[in-house]
C-alpha cells in the first residue's frame, strides 16, 4: 500500500493473530516463520526501513489469556514469541499478568457503543435478554479495558473511587503485587524475557 513509505513502523495485526493461532492450537499449523517472513518481506519491499511493530492484543481485541482458555503455559510460549521476534514489541497492560476479558452481568454494565448496539439490535430481532446480553459481551470492547490490577485492596488498587469500568472478579489472585512475589508467575516471566532481549542484541534485529 503507498501510505507505507511514509511510516517508520506498523503494528502488525496479520501476526498478531497469527502468533495467538498457533499457541492456542499448541503447535505450528501455518508455519510461523514463513507467515513472519512473507509478512515482513512485503512490508520492506515497499520501506526497505521498516521496522516491524509487534504485539499480542490490543483495547479492540479479547485479551490474551482469555483467547488462549486461560491456560498460563499458553500465555507463557505467546510472550516468548513476541519478546524473540525482531522488531519493537509492544505489551498491552495486563498482559504481563495474565489479565482476562470482564463480562457484563447486565445491560448497564456494557459502556462501549459496539456492545450496547449489538445487544439492543439482538432485542429488536426478538432475542430474549439473555442471549441479547451474550451478544452484546461478544461485542463489548470494554471486556478488555478494565482497570490495572495493582493488589488486591479495594478496587484492585486502581483508584479510591469506583472505577467507571468493572474490576474483575480475580483481582485478588490476579494481580501485580501478588505475582511478583512468585517466582513462577507470569510477571516474573515477562521480566526474565524483557531483560533477555535487553541484554542479546540478536533479539533486537533478528
Known sequence: ???????????????????????????????????YKEITDYYKSVNSDYLDATFLSNHDQNRVMSQ??????????????????PGTPFIYYG????????????????????GITQYR????????????LLEGNEYNRD?????????????AGFSISKPWIKINENYRTVNVETLMADKNSIWNAYRD??????????????
Open 121 to 132: 439490535l439482538a432485542l429488536d430481532l426478538g432475542k430474549n435478554p439473555e442471549d441479547a
Open 143 to 155: 471486556k478488555s479495558r478494565s482497570p490495572m490490577q495493582w493488589n488486591d485492596h479495594v478496587n
Open 68 to 85: 488462549l482458555n486461560d491456560d498460563p503455559q499458553r500465555m507463557r510460549v505467546a510472550a516468548g514469541i513476541l519478546l524473540t521476534l
Open 95 to 114: 498482559e504481563e499478568i495474565g489479565m482476562k476479558n470482564i463480562t457484563a452481568e447486565s445491560p448497564e454494565e456494557i459502556i462501549d457503543i459496539q
Open 1 to 35: 500500500a503507498p501510505y507505507l513509505n511514509g511510516l517508520p513502523a506498523l503494528f502488525n495485526f496479520d501476526l498478531s493473530a497469527a502468533i495467538n493461532s498457533v499457541v492456542k492450537a499448541g503447535m505450528d499449523t501455518i508455519g510461523l516463520v514463513r507467515k
Open 193 to 206: 524475557l524483557i531483560m533477555l532481549r535487553n541484554r542479546e542484541k540478536v533479539l533486537h534485529y533478528g
